[in-house]
């Protein structure tokens, strides 16, 4: 089992450089981090998680660009998204961003993807919400195809564009690994069409997706498609280990350096590092 943290990166939280110095001193092997680009002043989406919207949301730094902190600060740890809104990102500009960074950093970017839940925010970026996952897959399936080919050419519904060449090519072969985040009752599906991971968070019934994804993976010929627990609580580490699951990421405070550095200090104990 893999260990990696999540955090917003924040203007009033543990800098990205020193938080992955932390984490790869401390055992741990990634870092990841979300994305908004923005939270609507008119928002009439609920939070995700009920009541009202947590501060981080209003303060997220771009992942890409902590990402990139995190990597130079560091030699080994992963880097990356949990995960990138690609539905309100273009798909040329984020395959040279993600490419770039896996380059500069040996090969050790995560990017992790989901369709979002904040319509106010798709709308600003000329998403439309009712359409979002068919518009992910595409641009996923675009950037992949600039990361891999000489050549590369895409013809969607959403994305469309005639043969172009873009370098760097990431160092990760083939690519870096899509980690296809959400819990929806179709997830499954999309981590088939495009994903390399599955990144839920925890819910009840879990166990069960999880193996019937492994079930679905062989019969596609994919093999056991690995799964990252996004959140996990340490007391569920063993379980998840026993069905499968390869990494679990733990949340660390967002706002406050004194707050991260005593949760990573937490979690070094309760999981046995070092």
């Known amino acids: ?4 943290l999540t955090t917003f990166a924040t203007d009033e939280g543990l ?20 994305d908004h680009t923005h939270i609507p002043a008119g928002r009439q989406s609920p939070s995700p998680r009920g ?18 902190f995190a990597a ?52 600003n970026h000329g998403t439309e919400p009712r ?8 641009r996923v399936k675009a950037m992949k195809a600039i990361w891999v080919d000489e050549e590369a050419e895409y013809h969607g519904d959403f994305v469309d564009f005639a043969p172009l ?28 069409d495009f994903g390399d991971e599955w990144l839920p968070e925890p819910e009840d019934g879990l166990d069960e ?6 079930e679905r993976g062989r019969a596609a010929g994919r093999g056991d498609i690995p799964v990252t627990v996004h959140g996990a609580a340490v007391e569920e580490v063993e379980r998840l280990a026993e069905v499968g699951v390869h990494r679990c990421t733990f949340w660390v405070p967002a706002r406050g350096p004194a707050e991260a550095e005593a949760r990573i200090a937490e979690l070094v104990q309760e999981l046995a590092l070092g």
């Open 1 to 4: 089992m893999k260990f990696g």
């Open 209 to 214: 997706r999880i193996l019937e994804l492994k």
């Open 72 to 123: 130079a600060a560091t030699k080994e740890l992963k880097v990356g998204t949990a995960i990138c809104l690609i539905a309100q990102r273009d798909p040329i500009a984020t395959a040279k961003t993600v490419a770039s960074l896996d380059f500069l950093a040996g090969g050790r970017v995560l990017f992790g993807v989901g369709a979002g839940w904040n319509a106010e925010e798709m709308r």
């Open 51 to 68: 009541g009202d919207l947590p501060w981080q949301y209003f303060h997220t730094i771009d992942p890409f660009v902590a990402s990139s």
């Open 165 to 192: 060449f873009a370098w760097p090519k990431p160092l990760s072969a083939p690519h870096p690994p899509v980690l296809v985040g959400g819990n929806g009752k179709t997830v499954i599906d999309r981590v088939l």
């Open 15 to 34: 800098p990205p450089a020193e938080l992955a110095r932390l984490a790869e001193d401390a055992g741990f092997e990634s870092v990841l981090f979300p």
């Open 131 to 138: 359409t979002r996952f068919k518009l992910m897959a595409e």
